[in-house]
């Protein structure tokens, strides 16, 4: 196992994004490319982890005769996967969480039928090169270096392909490996909906925000807290004792130690905040939504919601409902009561959303945070690291090991193993 943690830190030469991520902004950019041909592949199987039933590790299998995931729309790209990395979604996947609702956006027609969601293919995250274009693909010709984070509705990237649609597929920033790159598109895509769409925030509203991050250390909270920094927010973040030194790299302005018993004490003693982003749930709403400004249209976004745990237990209308009506009865309830708006954030795929981040990273303002590195002969491995918890960033999974490795060997000074210490967190610049 490779358990290196990089984080690397790149000098910001391109100055000034034209492109903002406000809400008009990320939502729809890009410029028109030209038309791509299909090309006829032979192949018609592929390397793949997959899954037949779910339950624990053991149930992930390796095979070479995964189908291959072929343009079948015109709007459709497929990508040859470098790297993939595993989320916590991933590790939930494979239990089954989700699995009514999921195989009903899967095929809408299962609800009618029986057809088996296996062999399912888990992996959200990914950073490749595309090898096929539909024919009314615009944005994106074959070798193309691209990511996307793969909807959890789709075939994942713990694959040699993945196929997805125009949309939901970004040009991959240039100054990062593919082992890098892969680290930042599911996250990106959940922060960027929790903290803009949820949250309210953008890049010109947020220099005078005060922002909570609940969970601070992981693969959510190292994005936000760089995103929300390059936005000009004031960030507070909590987190174990021993991530405070890489929060604070990443450029948390204050830091609270949630292991340290009187730490909600220790929030309640500070100037209210705008907006908090959980990523933690359970009782945290219970003490932490008094930590908002009352009335001024103050924030609450947690990306703990149990629309997907109800839809398993209760089938999916009542478990759809039931979590509909829990959602408006706390919000309404903390609207009276706190007069503070409590949200609930989900991933949403956007490509166009990831252009702009691809910018940020490109200009050194946003930074991959990975934890630890696995070949793709060791998948199960990165599961079980992922699962024994306590992330500090991402795990990712090299799928085209050799020329990534290659590819970072080839820039000095990109990427150097980390040093965290109960002292602090440090990087390294990258040297042009
Ligand atoms: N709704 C959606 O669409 C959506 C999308 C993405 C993620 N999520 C959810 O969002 C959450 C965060 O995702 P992630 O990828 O960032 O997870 P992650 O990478 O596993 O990070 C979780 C982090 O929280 C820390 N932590 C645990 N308990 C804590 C506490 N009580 N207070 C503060 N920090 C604590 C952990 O480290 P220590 O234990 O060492 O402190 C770890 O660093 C997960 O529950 C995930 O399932 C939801």
């Given amino acids: 196992m490779a358990s290196t943690r990089l984080l690397c830190s790149f ?38 982890w997959v ?46 969480y989700g699995a009514k609702l999921l195989k009903l956006r899967r095929d809408p027609a299962s609800v009618m039928n029986s057809d088996s969601e296996f062999p399912l293919i888990l992996g959200r995250d990914m950073s490749g090169v595309v090898v096929d274009c539909g024919s009314e693909v615009t944005q994106f010709v074959p070798g193309d270096e691209v990511w996307a984070a793969v909807p959890p509705w789709k075939q994942g990237s713990l694959a040699q392909y993945v196929t ?15 082992t890098e790159a892969a680290s930042i598109p599911y996250v990106a895509s959940t ?26 250390s992981g693969g959510v909270g190292t994005f936000s807290i760089q995103l929300l920094k390059a936005w000009g927010a004031h960030v507070t973040v909590t987190c174990s004792h021993n991530a405070e030194g890489l929060v604070r790299g990443l450029g948390a302005d204050e830091v609270v130690d949630y292991t340290g018993g009187d730490f909600a004490e220790q929030l309640e003693t500070m100037e209210k905040f705008d907006v908090i982003l959980d990523n933690i749930g359970g009782d945290t709403e219970e003490w932490a939504m008094g930590l908002l400004k009352p009335w001024s249209g103050a924030k609450y976004t947690t990306l703990v919601t149990p629309l997907l745990l109800n839809t398993d237990s209760m089938g999916l209308l009542d478990g759809a409902i039931n979590a509909g009506v829990t959602l408006c009865t706390k919000a309404l309830q903390e609207v009276i009561s706190n007069g503070v708006f409590y949200r ?38 990165a599961f079980q690291k992922l699962e024994h918890g306590h992330a500090r960033g991402k795990t990712v999974v090299q799928v085209v ?26 990087g390294t610049s990258k040297q042009h």
């Fill in 11 to 48: 000098t910001a030469k391109v100055a000034g994004l034209t492109q903002t991520l406000a809400r008009t902004g990320w939502c729809r950019v890009g410029c028109r490319r030209h038309v791509c041909s299909s090309p006829s592949r032979q192949q018609s199987c592929m390397s793949a």
């Fill in 51 to 96: 899954v037949d039933q779910y339950g624990s590790n053991g149930v992930l299998r390796y095979t070479e005769e995964a189908t291959l995931p072929t343009v079948n729309s015109p709007s459709e790209v497929m990508i040859e996967v470098h790297a993939a990395s595993v989320n916590p979604l991933d590790i939930a996947m494979r239990a089954g």
């Fill in 164 to 178: 997805l649609t125009e949309y939901e597929v970004s040009h991959k920033p240039e100054s990062v490996s593919h």
């Fill in 191 to 216: 922060a960027l909906s929790a903290l803009v769409c949820a949250g309210g925030l953008c890049r010109e509203n947020s220099s005078n925000k005060r922002v909570l991050i609940i969970g601070g």
């Fill in 344 to 381: 609930w954030g989900f991933y949403f795929p956007d490509g166009p959303a990831l252009d702009q981040v691809a910018k940020l990273v490109d200009a050194g303002k946003i930074l991959p945070v990975v934890e630890a590195q696995f070949p793709f002969a060791q998948v199960p491995q």
């Fill in 401 to 426: 090991e050799k020329e990534d490795r290659l590819e970072e060997e080839s820039v000095q000074g990109i990427c150097t193993e980390a040093v965290e210490s109960e002292q602090g967190f440090q």
